[in-house]
């Protein structure tokens, strides 16, 4: 088996550095720490960026695929818009304000990115099935992706996710199986499956391939970058379940930096929770450097991992780029969504009024500065979480089809 990840060398872990040849592993012999690509860059320039596909395989040069990565059958995820939200900036009294929407990916939230590397490695290591523990977005990802690239999938998910999520896991085929039981306990069911026999060549694209899945997120901080003319924004509002997200994005920027496709300047970020499931704001806001795990209960199910894996990452990364973590309430969040829908005419999943809701907090308590530029992550699809707004999922009026009965409509509003 010849394997082929491009500009990727090794595995190298997070804690100690020990190197590792790349291969379906993602935890360190040495220190159990967590394993993630390592890089020999080429060079690469803007031009040879720019003139790529409108999708994440722009960036391949940087990621752990092979080089004919888009001749292959895949999703093709990326690109998606970054919105100039002047509205919701007058809103919220911030000068300079992005929407990067990735509700605009081929399932409706930013999963595809991630699952799209994972793929390429279950390509790269014979895996015929792929699988994942999911909080609602992913099951659906991994579902449509393993459609197309001609691959089986099992996926698991916590009982008691909303319709919209089963519905988007279920139609592309496989098999979803919901556990009884919250996200980290699906987790910690697909590590026991990893080691049996039962799940011999599968790949689990957020356990035993998170090495290679992970760096998808990268590509959000590629193309924010690139949509700015190339610049990095002064501070990002990133939404926070396991962490990686985040984690990817700040690798992202140093990347480009370091590569000089960006002028090196300082940007801060920010990290977003429900209050219903905040281990890592609660740390943040205690001074801790570990996260307590916490039993989620939040509208925001997308985001809600109790033990989140990266999150002393993600506190080492708000302190040392200035930025913080803040969490909002469900109502917040509700609340967030329709300030966002009714502004921009972008309608976010739960998870987006955490991120719009949490900017909003970041504004009032002064702990963002509103003359600085700003992106504002939303990560998913509204349709995906219509009951968030259920109030609103009803006409304004059912009236007979008659003027008389308009006008009394029009008169009372
Ligand atoms: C998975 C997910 C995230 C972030 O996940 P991380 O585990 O922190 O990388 C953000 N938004 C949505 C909608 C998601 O589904
Ligand atoms: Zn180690």
């Given at each position: 088996m010849s394997l082929d990840f491009g500009p990727a060398v090794a595995l190298s872990c997070r804690e100690c550095g020990t190197r590792y040849p790349l291969g379906p592993s993602f935890a360190c012999l040495e220190c159990f720490g967590p394993l993630e690509a390592a890089y020999s860059f080429g060079t690469v320039t803007r031009k040879d960026i720019e003139s790529g596909?409108?999708?994440?395989?722009?960036y391949r040069s940087l990621l752990?695929?092979?080089?004919?990565?888009?001749?292959?059958?895949?999703?093709?995820?990326g690109w998606t818009k970054l919105v100039k939200a002047g509205n919701l900036g007058r809103a919220l009294g911030i000068k300079s304000l992005h929407v990067k929407d990735d509700s605009g990916n081929p399932t409706h939230s930013f999963k595809d990115r991630v699952v799209a590397i994972a793929v390429e490695a279950a390509r790269n290591f014979g895996f015929h099935t792929l699988s994942c523990s999911s909080t609602g977005n992913l099951a659906g990802a991994v579902t449509a992706a393993a459609a197309r690239a001609g691959l089986d999938a099992c996926v698991f998910i916590p009982a008691g996710l909303e319709q919209a999520k089963i519905a988007m896991a279920r139609v592309f085929g496989g098999s979803l199986i919901a556990i009884d039981g919250n996200y980290d306990e699906v987790n910690r069911f697909c590590s026991e499956l990893i080691g049996d026999p039962l799940g011999?060549?599968?790949?689990f694209v957020n356990v035993n391939l998170r090495p290679y899945y992970a760096e998808g997120s990268k590509t959000l901080a590629y193309e924010i970058a690139e949509q700015l003319g190339w610049r990095l924004p002064e501070q990002i509002i990133i939404p926070i379940a396991s962490g990686s997200q985040l984690t990817k994005i700040d690798k992202g920027f140093k990347e480009l930096i370091q590569l000089g496709l960006v002028e090196d300047a300082p940007y801060k970020i920010f990290g977003a929770q429900a209050a219903g499931c905040s281990p890592v704001s609660s740390a943040y806001k205690a001074g801790h450097d570990v996260v307590q795990p916490v039993k989620p209960d939040t509208i925001a199910k997308s985001l809600?991992?109790?033990?989140?894996?990266?999150g002393p990452y993600v506190l080492d990364i708000a302190r040392r780029t200035g930025g913080a973590v803040e969490d909002v309430t469900d109502a917040e969040i509700v609340a967030a969504i329709k300030l966002l829908a009714s502004t921009e005419g972008i309608f976010a999943e739960t998870a987006g009024g955490v991120t719009v809701g949490v900017l909003k907090k970041l504004v009032e308590t002064g702990q963002l500065d509103p003359e600085a530029e700003t992106v504002v992550l939303?990560?998913?699809?509204?349709l995906k979480t219509l009951d968030a707004i259920a109030d609103d999922a009803v006409p304004s009026a059912v009236i007979r089809p008659s003027l008389d009965a308009f006008r009394e409509f029009h008169a009372a509003v």
């Open positions: 596909p409108a999708n994440i395989w722009r752990p695929v092979p080089v004919d990565v888009a001749s292959k059958p895949n999703m093709n995820p011999d060549k599968w790949g809600a991992i109790g033990n989140p894996a990266d939303n990560t998913g699809d509204g």
